[in-house]
């Protein structure tokens, strides 16, 4: 106890001190808001300019730009991954107000390609979930969807065939916009002990990424597929002595607990998604260029394609062949490189292309993306 004459004890100092901080904060809460809604007007006054030129609301080269001067002004102590996260729910409530955007995507809830669309839409967009990759651009097609998200490759499993399958049949329909890479991070989700495991269920990509880890921790369980990561988790809930290989989002959503974190055989998995829409994007400075190709039947043509990418010192980032269902033993090529097609060497090898291939189709120009966990 104090006696008559000291000064305040250390509690009341302590509790002084809060009362101040605390007080200080709330009034950055209240300058935020203020400013928040400023932001939000202008950005409502851009959709009305952008509306009467019959711009698109969603552009993923000024997102970028707006991200990219944020974090060069970010000084600390927030960490970049949550500032990018805080400005990601602030674009795209933006972009609500000047109108609310449908994403289409391979549904169902809280499967990878949903947590991907969230990752680059945010929560304030209208989210449509299909049954299959192909609805997906249907979707888009008709116009009942602003814009889709399609897996695209996968680090450990490789090309995604439906999605290739689908720029074959619509092509020069749809374009790739954006992408998106989100490093997956599976988990083993039950209402049980792991020793009372029989069956595990997923997805038939998520279970050959986990195949080690099952194989040494649950040999007693036979491994079931099914349709996505989220029916597996969704299965759980009403099977006895089963498990889901899924998302930590999936285990809140059906609510299951997680009996082991990131059990993917490799710490590198990611899955890279495309943003379809019906046009691409503007320059950026750090773009890539998809396209999509055949070439004759000949010894050494595909060897020429690509002495053109050298010739003009672009970066091939991505090449993958697919068989072309209408004729036996061709083959359309699948390639993207860093550039735009607005790039003038990129204009120059495109041109070249053109000659030299039976079909081009440039199937776009977007941003860079940098890898998103889930």
Request: proline share 3%; with cysteine; net charge neutral.
């Amino acid at each position: 106890m104090a006696r008559k004459g000291d000064s305040a004890s250390a509690p009341d100092k302590t509790a002084a001190n809060l009362a101040t901080l605390r007080a200080q904060i709330d009034k950055l809460d209240v300058q935020i808001v203020e400013l928040l809604n400023k932001r939000a007007a202008i950005a409502a006054q851009i959709g009305k300019v952008k509306a009467d030129q019959g711009g698109e609301v969603f552009s993923a080269a000024r997102e970028e730009e707006v991200l990219a001067n944020v974090l060069a002004a970010h000084q600390g102590p927030l960490d970049a991954v949550t500032l990018k996260a805080i400005f990601r729910e602030l674009i795209s409530g933006s972009r609500a107000i000047q109108k609310q955007q449908k994403i289409a995507f391979l549904g169902p809830e809280y499967s990878y390609s949903h947590l991907a669309a969230i990752q680059r839409f945010g929560e304030a967009s209208i989210y449509n979930r299909t049954a299959s990759i192909a609805a997906v651009f249907e979707e888009v097609l008709r116009r009942n969807a602003d814009y889709g998200v399609v897996p695209l490759e996968n680090s450990t499993d490789g090309r995604i065939a439906d999605t290739l399958d689908q720029f074959i049949r619509y092509p020069d329909q749809v374009k790739i916009c954006a992408e998106i890479r989100l490093r997956v991070r599976h988990h083993l989700l039950a209402n049980c002990a792991q020793s009372e495991i029989r069956r595990v269920y997923s997805k038939a990509q998520a279970l050959s990424q986990c195949r080690n880890w099952l194989a040494k921790n649950l040999p007693q369980a036979s491994l079931h597929e099914v349709a996505s990561t989220a029916d597996a988790a969704a299965l759980v809930q009403t099977v006895p002595n089963v498990a889901a290989v899924a998302s930590r989002e999936a285990s809140v959503r059906y609510g299951l607990k997680i009996l082991a974190q990131n059990i993917e055989d490799s710490p590198f998995n990611e899955t890279r998604f495309a943003v379809i829409g019906l046009s691409d994007s503007a320059r950026t400075g750090n773009d890539k260029t998809a396209l999509m190709f055949q070439i004759s039947h000949t010894p050494g043509a595909l060897a020429d394609v690509l002495a053109v990418f050298k010739a003009h010192k672009i970066n091939l980032t991505w090449i993958e062949s697919f068989p072309y269902r209408e004729v036996k033993g061709q083959y359309v090529f699948f390639v993207d490189f860093e550039g735009h097609r607005e790039d003038q060497r990129v204009k120059k090898a495109l041109s070249t292309l053109q000659s030299m291939c039976d079909s081009l189709t440039v199937l776009g120009s977007f941003p860079v993306a940098s890898p998103l966990e889930d």
